[in-house]
Nanobody
Framework: QVQLVESGGGLVQAGGSLRLTCATS????????MGWFRQAPGKEREFVAF????????NYADSVKGRFTISRDNAKSTVDLQMNSLKPEDSAVYYC???????????????????WGQGTQVTVSS
């Protein structure tokens, strides 16, 4: 059974940092691209970051570029999202996802991802 479990969310003050981790199990995704998305109350799920299967190509939403960093460890079957200089508008439930593809393109659409975690809440206070 495929599982994606996010951890590392919580409450942080504006300007602070959090590191989210997504642990995958059930099968190997070392040849799949991975992504992070987020969804705030009343809003659609939006793309945050993407990393290709080998970690050589990344892509970020403009709103997080320069503040967030996505990385992966295929040996551990994990993908991380380091979030620095957090802002109240970053508050949302954050989801990791496994892509259908190994890489290529910007992969910003939820429809390009096959498996999803349950999400972890990030709240940034002002």
């Amino acid at each position: 059974q495929v599982q994606l479990v996010e951890s590392g969310g919580g409450l942080v003050q504006a300007g602070g940092s959090l590191r989210l981790t997504c642990a995958t199990s059930g099968r190997s995704f070392k040849y799949n691209a991975m992504g992070w998305f987020r969804q705030a109350p009343g809003k659609e799920r939006e793309f945050v970051a993407f990393i290709d299967w080998i970690g050589s190509n990344t892509n970020y939403a403009d709103s997080v570029k320069g503040r967030f960093t996505i990385s992966r460890d295929n040996a551990k079957s994990t993908v991380d999202l380091q979030m620095n200089s957090l802002k109240p508008e970053d508050s949302a439930v954050y989801y990791c996802a496994v892509g259908y593809y190994a890489g290529g393109g910007r992969r910003t659409l939820p429809s390009e991802y096959a498996y999803w975690g349950q999400g972890t809440q990030v709240t940034v206070s002002s």
